[in-house]
């Protein structure tokens, strides 16, 4: 069964510094997401992206946050500056269809950020 | 604004025993209710969903309610065994046609034997 996959699945890095969250949807999928969860607490939406373009974002997603799907296979989240606040496991997911008929949101496992 | 609450925050069950777990909205345009269900260290699995059409769904052990004029929707378990004890999230669609979900606090299930 095809699955949405997300590498790392754990990231250290040191405050200030860029990282890239890696993630490859299902293949036929349309929409692209990234979520985040902090420890003990709920998921929360960051940012959904269709046809090359963000469509939706949240307040958490500022100007230190981008995405991009470089290669039409996989989908990055980038954080330009980490702060220790974005210490929290970011989920990818994909949806066949996107809004409208709002399908099913496949998750993958996460990446677990730590900011020291 | 757009917001999911859910309740209880911990629920204890025995084997056999059904569980419920409750959430309610606050948009009124959403009309995608998806429950996953999370395990330690992993992603959400979805579990079960319903749209705003219909009022009741069931899948095996496991239905969802949906109250539309009251923003309510509830998950049921029955027949509850160890192996369902996990983190369940409800979750609503947001207003804007992007698919964005919008989800509850959580409610970690414990089954005892």
């Known amino acids: 069964e095809p699955e949405v996959t997300q590498t790392p699945s754990h990231q250290v890095t040191q405050m200030g510094q860029e990282v890239i969250l890696r993630c490859v949807p299902i293949?036929?999928?349309?929409?692209f997401y990234w979520y985040r969860q902090i420890l003990g607490q709920k998921v929360e939406f960051l940012v959904s992206?269709?046809?090359?373009?963000?469509?939706?974002k949240s307040e958490i997603f500022d100007d230190q946050f981008s995405v991009e799907r470089p290669d039409g296979s996989n989908f990055t989240l980038k954080i330009r500056s980490t702060k220790l606040e974005d210490s929290a496991m970011y989920f990818c997911?994909?949806?066949?269809?996107?809004?409208?008929?709002?399908?099913?949101?496949?998750f993958g496992p996460g990446t677990r950020l730590t900011v020291l | 604004g757009e917001n999911v609450e859910q309740h209880p925050s911990t629920l204890s069950v025995q084997e056999g025993d059904s569980a419920v777990i409750k959430c309610t909205y606050s948009d009124s345009a959403s009309n995608y209710f998806p429950w996953y269900k999370q395990e330690l260290g992993k992603g959400p699995q979805l579990i079960i969903d319903i749209r705003s059409n219909v009022g009741e769904k069931k899948d095996q052990r496991i239905a969802v309610t949906l109250n539309k004029t009251a923003k309510h929707f509830s998950l049921h378990i029955t027949e509850t065994q160890p192996e369902d004890s996990a983190v369940y999230f409800c979750a609503a669609s947001g207003p804007r046609d992007t698919g964005k979900l919008i989800f509850g606090q959580g409610t970690t299930l414990q089954v005892k034997p």
């Open positions: 293949s036929n999928h349309l929409y």
């Open positions: 997911a994909s949806n066949p269809r996107g809004g409208g008929t709002t399908d099913t949101q496949y």
């Open positions: 992206f269709y046809n090359n373009e963000i469509s939706e």
